[in-house]
């Protein structure tokens, strides 16, 4: 590989060398004449003093409130800016016109240097081959610069020689491939100076991560640092060095590609100062903002403390330890983020203007576009967020609590801004949005258990013929029986319906703990089942089909 490179560089260098050959080898264009060494001296008629003429009589030159200044580019250059309107002609129309008639000028195969002539009382022409290229009015000259006519003219009839200059260079066949010569090997140099980059910054990861692997735990020993955190951000300053220098090459190598051909010269001379005067830009706009972000950031930290003791208070509240107003234990903690959501809007408000560029159209679009799309996107959530706080200051239940919600009968392990989470007996956990909570009814079995416990129940139905008070004993038995029932209160039973062919008979017995309420109801029936068929009576329910051989015996109270 790096016998390959050597070949290539010698063959670039050699072709460089060839390229470049001896000025005089190189093919010279008829009629050439080198541009002025210094500003042209103007004719004597010409009047260079910066004493305003007197007004044209006949309207012939003006200035337009309604013309907007333009800037007379030819090749790429910046001639001067035209500002006035002659004969009618705004100073749009002029550029038009100069630029065509340069093009005229330029497209026969002689080129004469440019002259100046006089137009009194209105300013100055500049002529190549008898062409007008440029008109110079009086009018045209800014009204706040020092310059006078004659600089002003002088300075264009420079440019005009300059480019003059740089088409008869075009006109070369020599200078031409001399210019793609020089453009191909600075291109080559480009491509092994980044791939020489890219190769040391391989080998100094290669370094930094074997030194991480042998030396982390025992600086992390000494000095109770983390190597491989300052490792990461080494890692990261390399790279970045790394892609500022290739930056900084790709600017020089464009900067320097262009200048080698006279059309895009102009581009080339401009690349470095556009690239530093962007720099500048936004350097001056960090350094005028400075003010403004020290604004910003008091206005923060203020918020910041603002919230913080609201925090506390708030906290205070939701452990017990003082009673706010209105504010309950369980609706302290969404009651606590929502003052901070509150604190920090106001403060985003508050910091808006000083926001840079927050004054720019570009600014106010964005911030248009962003509210559009949470206005539209966020509509589901917002709804979501919105049952969140109407199910928190309801207070229908809280974690911890043992809920029945639609289908799902569960522990409450989860209460936030977009859903309720529920663990099962099986332990599932169930995820139910709050807007589908805020639309079902929710049963809470812990809310007013107290401490006689939430009542557990559960109905049998037996036939006529088993005397009802016996029934009643049955029953309470199988609740005494049952762990995870309370002896007291006593377990007590209900006849809730008398039916045509059996009694309904309710069981009802106080919880200890509402979580285990499936699990106790399920030894509940078992027992229930084992002190009936002890008591020798069936848990059926009978129906009426024809009347028995031997009628049922009365039942006897005692």
């Known amino acids: ?31 050439v004449s080198p541009p002025p060494a210094s500003a042209p001296v103007l004719p004597a008629a010409v009047d260079s003093s910066p ?81 007008n ?164 950031v008091l206005i923060f930290l203020f918020a910041r403390l603002i919230a913080r003791l609201g925090s506390m208070l708030f906290e205070a509240a939701e452990a017990g330890r003082i009673t706010l107003p209105g504010v309950f234990p369980e609706t302290a903690r969404p009651t606590r983020r929502i003052f901070v959501a509150i604190v920090y809007v106001l403060a985003l408000v508050a910091c808006y203007p000083y926001l840079p560029g927050s004054g720019s159209d570009a600014f106010k679009g964005m911030t248009v576009l962003i509210g559009l799309m949470i206005s539209m996107g966020g509509s589901g959530v917002i709804n979501q967020a919105m049952s969140g706080l109407v199910l928190m200051y309801t207070r229908a239940h809280q974690v911890g609590d043992y809920v029945r919600i639609g289908e799902t009968e569960g522990v409450v392990t989860a209460l936030d801004m977009l859903a309720t989470k529920i663990r099962t007996s099986k332990r599932e956990e169930v995820t139910i949005p709050n807007s589908v909570v805020l639309g079902t009814a929710t049963k809470n079995f812990t809310r007013l258990a107290g401490k006689d416990g939430v009542i557990l129940h559960t109905a049998v139905t037996i036939g006529y013929n088993a005397p009802w008070r016996k029934v009643h004993e049955i029953l309470v038995e199988a609740a005494n029986r049952t762990d995870g029932l309370k002896k007291q209160p006593p377990a007590f039973v209900m006849q809730t319906a008398l039916s045509d062919f059996y009694v309904e008979y309710q069981l009802n017995a106080h919880l200890e703990h509402p979580e285990t309420r499936m699990a106790v109801l399920g030894k509940l029936h078992s027992n229930i089942q084992d002190t009936f068929n002890e008591a020798g009576i069936a848990i059926v329910s009978p129906h009426y089909e024809a009347d028995p051989a031997n009628p049922m015996p009365p039942v006897t109270t005692t």
């Open 51 to 131: 004493a305003e003429p007197a007004s044209p009589p006949d309207n012939m030159v003006v200035l337009n409130p309604d013309s907007q200044p333009v800037d007379l580019v030819i090749r790429n250059r910046k001639i001067l800016t035209l500002r006035a309107d002659v004969a009618g002609a705004n100073p749009q129309q002029r550029v038009n016109t100069l630029q065509q008639n340069f093009a005229g000028a330029v497209s026969g195969r002689g080129l004469s240097e440019p002259t100046v002539k006089a137009f009194p009382p209105y300013g100055f022409v500049i002529q190549i081959n008898h062409v």
């Open 1 to 31: 590989m790096i016998r390959t490179i050597n070949l290539i560089a010698v063959i670039g260098f050699f072709l460089g060398i060839l390229l470049a050959g001896p000025a005089n080898a190189v093919e010279q264009p008829l009629e």
């Open 133 to 296: 290229v440029a008109t110079i009015a009086y009018l045209d000259l800014d009204p706040l610069g020092n310059k006078p006519h004659d600089q002003v003219v002088a300075e264009t009839l420079e440019i005009f020689s300059q480019i003059l200059a740089e088409i008869r260079e075009e006109q070369s066949t020599g200078q031409m491939l001399r210019a793609v010569g020089f453009a191909l090997l600075a291109t080559f140099a480009l491509a092994l100076a980044s791939g020489l980059l890219a190769f040391i910054r391989k080998q100094l990861l290669r370094f930094l991560e074997s030194k991480v692997e042998t030396t982390s735990g025992h600086l992390a020993r000494i000095t109770r640092l983390d190597f491989r955190k300052v490792a990461v951000l080494v890692r990261r300053g390399i790279t970045f060095t790394v892609v500022v220098l290739i930056i900084f090459l790709v600017c020089t190598w464009l900067a320097y590609v262009l200048k080698q051909f006279p059309y895009t010269r102009p581009w080339g001379e401009g690349v470095w100062t556009y690239v530093l005067g962007t720099l500048r830009s936004m350097g001056l706009v960090v350094v005028h903002a400075l003010p403004n972000l020290f604004k910003i």
